[in-house]
């Protein structure tokens, strides 16, 4: 087992690791979060709240260093109980605690001073036969230092290793270090609403190992009375404190706010089970966050939420807990039951059914999407090349059997039979469906299979893939198996070429397609509140996280500097695009490269994929066969590279590199750590990004405000294909898994990326990260883009 102290060391020493600095003395050491974090992005989430319908500040930057002065003296009031109480249980049940728990290493987020945690300290230094082993998580790195220092101190036999880094962060570093006992006091888990909270509980789960500890401190439902008059101190004291967000801003952002207009407003909310914490506004007020080029308006009594404390029940929190295999064995309380500390154990069995079971789920969804896309089709269209550079869909669907195939039986036959680990190199495809050796411009001249033959092959080679997959032993597999990844790699594999299978459906315009199912796109609830957003500099970690699926070309992660650049907040629109078209943009020669001019000469039209000009003289636009006026708020779809270059070029700015597309899409500089996708680690669904083909069209801009990026910026991640700037390349450490042919033979050609997914990618396909390529003339894809300049 690694014990958190040496997993910290060899994750920082790691040359993918993100930059810290160490400052030590005897017994205790603090690693030190260098990441930039420029007060950008502070600013970025003060716009990013007063942008949305209601608005919010984050309750993280109430806590500079006067603002936890004065939370240190609520604690002091009279009315203000949790802190009280919990002393009170930890004093009383310490012994129990460390008796029920063992030795284990103490691992304490939001430790602060840790004057709490001096009572468990005291506990485990009094029965320990050896060192203890406590690891402080704090934002602070004064204060984390200097509780460090005391503590080394104060107990001769306890060894301190602390983070100053974001609780997210030091998760990640401590992620698989076991045993250890994890602390979370202060009922600070209140400060999240339930699907933060959900994500911080996920969080735990994959940090800590079976049989690893929570003491979770959690503030329980009381009387109102009590509940309000803790947050609202006869001393003023809570008014002062949410007054000094204000002051901050202030000195840190350039903004002039009168904290005098300032109230603050706490009351209860009985409907969510929660004290809400409001700053109102006296008189109206504007925030001017010059940084980076916001300015916001607030209203005479208009109310801002600043933080939210939910209360608990303990059964409904000890169901929380189980969700994310949590095992409470003790609940503890203070003589007057208003708090209490939770002890729970990491399950030693994952919740849920067999990982195969999910595995085959993941499969058989990916597959009946095929069959309701290729439904509508005849005999004909399946076989139709309709152009030389997209496959006859009919050998898309050979080519998924045979792959199938290749990896799902014949591999997973001879790596059983072998005990081999996984590592080896497969058996070759079948020419005729190997990608390489039949490029697509021979393929419409193979005889394919009729659709009846291919079904049934497909059906056959399906059964025996889930055969097989239910006697996989995914706990000793080697990397090709190991949490699933080649299964993951198939259904992935079959849903990309779904995407090319729309594509080649969208290009047969003589016969209209008509879905199983169609939806109508959100109609626009939140439209960016800026044409361009600025990204301050700063270095960032590009790439796929080392957790989840990615393919070979999003890896190996690895931190890059990342000059300052300005990003459009939302994909170019039909109606930008149109002024250019209109202007004369395809005959503009400064706006078009030398390549670009000569793929311009070669095309009919002046204008995207797709669109038409109408008899009295508007536009319109076809959508697999539906012809509709053509909407100006919906992102520009079906253009080349070179249009899109040219429109940049045209309007004074230039088209972004991947790693600012990324960057812009996926850091979170606020708790430094890289999301998933544009919003975070929840998956894609219906409220967040026009994915899954379930619209055949894109969506006006701002109908998805919940899949903003940190930065605010729309509709990154679904809709269109955005292209970049940059040409197909390996990241430095690139290495070839499971097989070369679907990265690396493409490095080095004249392919350029595109980021983000459209309307038709699948939601296991997008991500953050996720590398898409093609030819800079190439206008089938669903493709738009958004521009950059340079600060």
């Not at 690693?31 to 502070?42: G, M």
């Not at 909407?631 to 700015?653: H, I, M, N």
């Not at 269109?720 to 050609?749: C, D, I, L, N």
């Amino acid at each position: 087992m690694v014990t958190p102290t040496q997993a910290i060391r060899e994750r920082l020493e790691d040359p993918g690791a993100p930059p810290f600095r160490s400052e030590s003395g005897e017994r205790w050491v603090v690693h030190v979060d260098a990441t930039p974090t420029a007060a950008e992005a502070f600013a970025h989430s003060v716009a990013r709240g007063l942008s949305d319908a209601r608005r919010w500040l984050h309750c993280r930057y109430l806590y500079d260093a006067a603002g936890s002065e004065l939370f240190v003296e609520i604690t002091r009031q009279p009315e203000y109980y949790p802190t009280r109480a919990e002393a009170e249980i930890l004093e009383a049940r310490a012994d129990e605690i460390r008796e029920r728990v063992g030795s284990l290493p103490l691992i304490e987020l939001g430790a602060g001073t840790a004057a709490k945690t001096r009572a468990l300290l005291a506990a485990w230094s009094a029965a320990a036969e050896g060192p203890v082993e406590y690891v402080p998580v704090d934002i602070d790195p004064t204060v984390l230092t200097s509780a460090a220092r005391a503590l080394a101190a104060e107990f001769s036999g306890v060894r301190v290793t602390g983070l100053a880094t974001s609780y997210e962060r030091a998760l990640d570093i401590l992620a698989g270090a076991s045993p250890m006992c994890l602390v979370f006091l202060g009922s600070t888990i209140g400060n999240l609403n339930p699907g933060e909270t959900d994500l911080f509980l996920a969080r735990l789960e994959r940090a800590l190992a079976p049989g690893d500890a929570l003491l979770l401190g959690v503030d329980l439902v009381k009387d109102v009375a009590t509940l309000e008059a803790a947050y609202n101190d006869a001393a003023g004291v809570s008014q002062a404190f949410t007054r000094n967000l204000f002051v901050r801003m202030n000195r840190e952002l350039g903004t002039h706010v009168p904290p005098d207009a300032v109230d603050h407003v706490a009351y209860w909310n009985d409907r969510l089970e929660r004290i809400e914490i409001y700053a109102r506004f006296t008189r109206a007020a504007r925030i001017d966050l010059r940084s980076i080029g916001r300015s916001f308006r607030v209203a005479p009594g208009e109310m801002i939420l600043t933080e939210i404390s939910r209360k608990y029940r303990i059964d409904q929190i000890e169901s929380d807990l189980a969700r994310f295999g949590f095992r409470l064995e003790s609940a503890m309380t203070d003589a007057g039951r208003r708090f209490a500390l939770l002890l729970s154990r990491r399950a030693d069995e994952p919740a849920g059914p067999p990982a195969w079971t999910r595995y085959a789920a993941l499969l058989q969804a990916v597959r009946r999407r095929t069959l309701d896309l290729i439904d509508p089709l005849d005999e004909e269209r399946l076989a139709r090349q309709v152009a030389p550079f997209l496959s006859p869909i009919a050998w898309d669907l050979a080519h998924i059997a045979e792959f199938e195939e290749l990896w799902l039986v014949r591999t997973v036959d001879r790596l059983e039979s072998a005990g081999r680990s996984g590592d080896s190199d497969p058996p070759g495809l079948e020419p005729a469906y190997d990608a390489i050796r039949t490029p697509r411009s021979e393929r419409g001249a193979l005889e394919l299979p009729p659709r009846d033959d291919v079904l049934r092959r497909m059906r056959r080679i399906r059964a025996e893939s889930l055969r097989r997959l239910r006697r996989v032993d995914f706990a000793s597999a080697g990397p090709l198996v190991a949490d699933g990844l080649v299964y993951r790699l198939l259904a992935c594999h079959e849903a990309q070429h779904q995407e090319t299978i729309l594509q080649a459906i969208a290009l047969m315009d003589d016969e209209p397609y008509e879905p199983a199912f169609r939806a109508e796109t959100p109609r626009p609830t939140l439209p960016p509140d800026s044409e361009m957003l600025l990204v301050p500099e700063g270095s960032f970690p590009l790439g796929a996280r080392p957790d989840g699926f990615a393919y070979d070309n999003e890896r190996p992660l690895h931190w890059v500097d990342q000059p300052a650049f300005w990003i459009d907040a939302a994909p170019v629109t039909n109606g930008a695009f149109l002024r250019f078209v209109e202007a004369g943009g395809y005959d503009a020669p400064q706006a078009w490269s030398e390549a670009g001019r000569a793929w311009r000469r070669e095309l009919a039209e002046p204008w995207p994929l797709g669109w038409r000009r109408t008899a009295g003289g508007g536009w319109e636009e076809t959508h697999f066969g539906r012809v509709e006026p053509l909407v100006p708020t919906r992102p520009v779809a079906r253009v080349s590279w070179f249009e899109a270059d040219a429109f940049a070029r045209w309007s004074g700015k230039r088209l972004p590199t991947e790693a600012e597309w990324e960057k812009a899409a996926a850091w979170d500089p606020e708790v430094r750590v890289k999301r998933r996708w544009p919003w975070g680690d929840e998956p894609p669904d219906a409220g967040r990004a026009n994915l899954d083909a379930v619209a055949y069209m894109p969506a006006p801009v701002g109908a998805y405000p919940a899949g903003r990026s940190f930065y605010g910026a729309h509709q990154l991640v679904g809709d269109v294909w955005e292209w970049t700037a940059s040409r197909f390349e390996p990241y430095p450490g690139f290495e070839a898994f499971p097989y070369p042919e679907y990265s690396e033979v493409h490095f080095g050609g004249d392919y350029y990326v595109l980021r983000g997914g459209s309307w038709a990618t699948a939601s296991i396909v997008a991500s953050s990260t996720f590398r898409n390529w093609d030819h800079p003339q190439r206008r089938q894809i669903f493709a738009g883009f958004r521009c950059a300049r340079d600060v």
